[in-house]
C-alpha cells in the first residue's frame, strides 16, 4: 500500500465533505430554510458511509504495522478512531439512530404541567430562580423530572442495543468503547475525579454550607428541610442566587463585541477576520444558541451568537472567541485529519480559560475601564461567584459522569433510580426527596439520550483551563490579559493541532500531566 497516497485521498475527500456539510449547517442555523437542512444531511451520511467503508477501514488497521512517519501515523490512529464504530451492520446503525431520534423528538415534544396546567422549560426555570413559595417550587421541579417515566424505558433498550454494537466490535460496553475512542481510559479518569472529589469535600461542604444558609433564610424554612427543589435549577449544576448584584448594568450601551475585540488584541491574537465572517445579533429565523465552526478547515472561521449587552453574552462571546482562535492557528500544512484540536476537552478549556475572564476583575479594570469603587465593590464578589461556580460544576459533572458509568456497566440493575438518589447525595451533599426514590429521575436529563459517554469532557475542560492559568501566571505573565500569554496559547497549544495526543499536549504545553489540584486550587 502506498500510504502517501491513500492518506491524501482520504484527507482531500474528509475535507470535501465536511466543506459541504458546515457551509449547509451555517445557512441552516442563519437563515432556518430547511432546503440547508437536507443539504447538511446528504452531506454527513456521504462522509458516514465513506469512514464506513470495510475495504478503507482495513487499510487503515493493517497501516498500523506499518513504517510511517509519526504524523502519518498520528491520522491512521483518528481515521481508526472515527471509523472503528461504524463498523456494523447498517441495520444496526440504524437501529441505535432510530431510537436516538425518538427519544429527541420526546423531549421536544413534551409538556410538563403543573396541577394540571401545561408550562415551558423557561417557566420552570423562572419558578425555580425567584419563587419563595416551597410547593410551587417542589410542583415545579417535579414538573421538570416527570419526563424521566417516559423516557427511561426506552433509554434502558438503547443502551442494551449501544452495549451489543460494543460487544461486536470487540469491546466490555459502549461507555469504555466510546472512552477509548476519545483516547481516555475508563479507570484513570474516573479515578482523577473520585481524587478530586476528595480534594475538595471539605471546601465543597463550607460552600454547599453557605449557600444552604441563603437559601433557607430567604425561603423561610430550616436547613433541615432544604431538598433539591430548593437550588435554582433542575439539577443544582448553577449557584443558586446568593447575592443580588446587578451585573448586567455594567454593560448598559457597552458594545460586548468591541470588548472582546479589545480582550483578543491585548493578548496578541487577532480575531477581526473572524468578527467580519460571524453572524452576531438576534434575528427572525436565526438559530438561538451560540457555535464556533470552521467552514473549509483552512481559515474561514465563523461565530454564530445572538449577542445582548449582559455578563453572559460577554462571557459566552470570549468563550466562542476562544474557540475560533483556537481553530485560526492551527498549523494549516498539517493534513486535514489532524487539523482539529488535540481533543474536544482541550479547545473547551481554551474557551473556558477565555470566558472565565468575564469573572476575573482584571479584565473589568483593564478592557471594560470599570472605575476604582466600582472595581473594589465587585471584586471580592466575582472571586466567590468564579468559585462557587466551579465548585458547583464539577460536583454535578462527577455525579453524571459516575452514574452513566454504571449505567452502562449494568443498564439492568433494580436499584438505578436509588443509586442515582445515592450518587447526588454523595456528590453534591443534598438530601434526596425520599419519594421521588421510586422515579427514573435521572432520565430527565437530554444529555443520557443524546450525547453519550461525553459530560466528562466538560470538567476536563475545566482542569485544564486551571492548570493553564496556573502555568501562565507562574512563567508568564502574573496578569492574563497581557500580550505574552497569547505567545503560549500559539506555540504551545493551537499550532499542534491534533499531532498530538491530549495527554502529550498538555505535558509540552505546561510541563505537567493533566493534574486536577489546580482547580481544587481555585475552589479554596
Ligand atoms: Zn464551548
Redesign the pocket.
Known sequence: MDAKKFLAEINAEVKRLHTKSATAYWGLTTTGKSEYGEEMQKAEIELRLYLADKERFDTVKESMNLELDSIEKREMRLLFNEMLPNQLSKERIEEAVKKEVEIESLFANFRAKINGKEVSNNEITEILEKSTDSKLRKDAWIAGKEIGKEIAPKLIELIKIRNENAKTLGFNNYYDMMMELQELSTGEIHSMFRTFKEQTDDLFKEIKDDIDETRSLKLKISKEEMRPWHYSDLWFQEVPEIETYDYDSIFKGKEIISLVKKTYDSINLDIVDIIERSDLYERKGKNQHA??ISIDTENDIRVLENIRPTVKWAETTL??Y??AVYDKYIDKSLPTVLRGPAHTFT??AV??FF?RRARDAEWYEKIVNLDGSILKEIEPRLKKLLKYQLAITARWIIAFVFFERELYKNPEREDLNNLWYDTLQELQFINPPEERRKYPDWAAKIHFGIAPVYYHNYLL?EMMASQMESYLKENVSKELINKNVGEFFVEGIFKPGSKYRWDELIEKATGKPLNPKFLAEQIK
Open positions: 457555535f464556533t468563550h466562542e476562544g474557540h479547545t473547551e474557551a473556558m470566558g475542560g
